[in-house]
């Protein structure tokens, strides 16, 4: 059976060396996605975070990604967002007025104190996620390590499979098609985290 080839973009606010580090870790094969056409030579797609709404939307067209993100999309090849990487999935931040790939829909809200009672406007450290996926075939409540200050809102229930209470309850899991994006960082959540990179590992195209 051949092996996934996990293929992470290069961009230069994430920390996308830690990920690559996660999945070498489980023993998998990564390839850096630094030029369009590196996109090719993998049959995994990993946007990771640590970015801004727009800065990041900014470098994927400097950088031409939007095409082949479209296309390895249409492929089918299984695509995974990671905190802004997952925000970008939904159709807009109110962080900027720059639109996202709107593959999911969802608008991203800054957390608000005068809402969400006895909570930090950012939201950084371990929760809890109530795991219910189909595709990665998870069904439990896991530890994960967060930091963000604006979350997907609204998103439709058909597409929420993971939720965690920070106030309120918020969706941290969106998924559909050959498509799941993550508001946590699995790659800084231990064996918890490694475990979410390896069953999206498995998932087949």
Same mark, same amino acid.
């Given at each position: 059976?051949?092996?996934?080839? +996990?293929?992470?973009?290069? %961009?230069? &606010?994430?920390?996308?060396?830690? +990920?690559?580090?996660?999945? %070498?870790? &489980?023993?998998?094969?990564?390839?850096?996605?630094?030029r369009a056409s590196d996109f090719n030579n993998a049959s995994h797609v990993v946007l990771p975070g640590v970015s801004a709404f727009g800065s990041l939307m900014e470098e994927l067209r400097q950088k031409n990604f939007l095409e082949p993100l479209e296309v390895s999309r249409s492929q089918g090849k299984q695509i995974l967002g990671l905190c802004a990487g997952m925000q970008i999935l939904?159709?807009?931040s109110e962080e900027s007025p720059t639109k996202g790939l709107g593959w999911?829909?969802?608008?991203?809200?800054?957390?608000?104190?005068?809402?969400?009672?006895g909570v930090r406007t950012f939201h950084t450290g371990w929760n809890d996620v109530s795991i219910n996926s189909n595709l990665?075939?998870?069904?439990?409540?896991?530890?994960?390590?967060?930091?963000?200050?604006y979350y997907a809102a609204n998103?439709?229930?058909?597409?929420?499979?993971?939720?965690?209470?920070?106030?309120?309850?918020?969706t941290s899991i969106v998924e559909k098609d050959n498509l799941?994006?993550?508001?946590?960082?699995?790659?800084k959540s231990q064996a918890a985290g490694l475990n979410f990179l390896r069953k999206f590992s498995e998932l087949k195209t």
């Open positions: 059976m051949t092996k996934p080839r +996990i293929g992470i973009l290069c %961009t230069s &606010l994430s920390n996308y060396q830690s +990920i690559i580090r996660a999945f %070498t870790w &489980l023993d998998l094969s990564t390839i850096k996605i630094e939904g159709n807009q999911f829909d969802f608008e991203c809200v800054k957390i608000q104190t005068k809402e969400m009672q990665l075939s998870m069904e439990e409540t896991d530890c994960f390590y967060f930091n963000h200050s998103a439709p229930e058909n597409i929420s499979s993971g939720k965690t209470s920070y106030g309120h309850s918020f799941i994006g993550a508001q946590f960082h699995p790659e």
